[in-house]
Nanobody
Framework: VQLQASGGGLVQTGGSLRLSCVASGRTVRSYAMAWFRQPPEKAREFVAAVRWSGGSTYYGDSVEGRFTITPDAAKNTVYLQMNSLKIEDTAVYYC??????????????????WGQGTLVTVSS
């Protein structure tokens, strides 16, 4: 699976952004999909995961209630709607895919395909 992430940019505290991750390749809908992020000088962390079928979701504690992950099967695209952004949301955001058996895993090592990352900067 090849992944192409986009939608990052500069936004003020309290603002919103929507990230997109377009997946291509054979049988993309049989894969688990997730977003991770890596803040400056920190380790990569889990943001959200979703199933293509049924739309089950799972969120990291720091984003639950503010971020929404949504799959669009017709477009092979997974979106991450980010609302009420905080300075601590500043990071490079990566989309990732892995075998369906991993479910809604929050472990980056379970995912074997990664997009190139898109930078989100939240300013005061």
């Amino acid at each position: 699976v090849q992944l192409q992430a986009s939608g990052g940019g500069l936004v003020q505290t309290g603002g919103s952004l929507r990230l997109s991750c377009v997946a291509s390749g054979r049988t993309v809908r049989s894969y688990a999909m997730a977003w991770f992020r890596q803040p400056p000088e920190k380790a990569r962390e889990f943001v959200a995961a979703v199933r293509w079928s049924g739309g089950s979701t799972y969120y990291g504690d720091s984003v639950e209630g503010r971020f929404t992950i949504t799959p669009d099967a017709a477009k092979n695209t997974v979106y991450l709607q980010m609302n009420s952004l905080k300075i601590e949301d500043t990071a490079v955001y990566y989309c990732a895919s892995g075998p369906q058996k991993i479910g809604l895993s929050r472990s980056s090592s379970d995912y074997d395909s990664w997009g190139q990352g898109t930078l989100v900067t939240v300013s005061s």
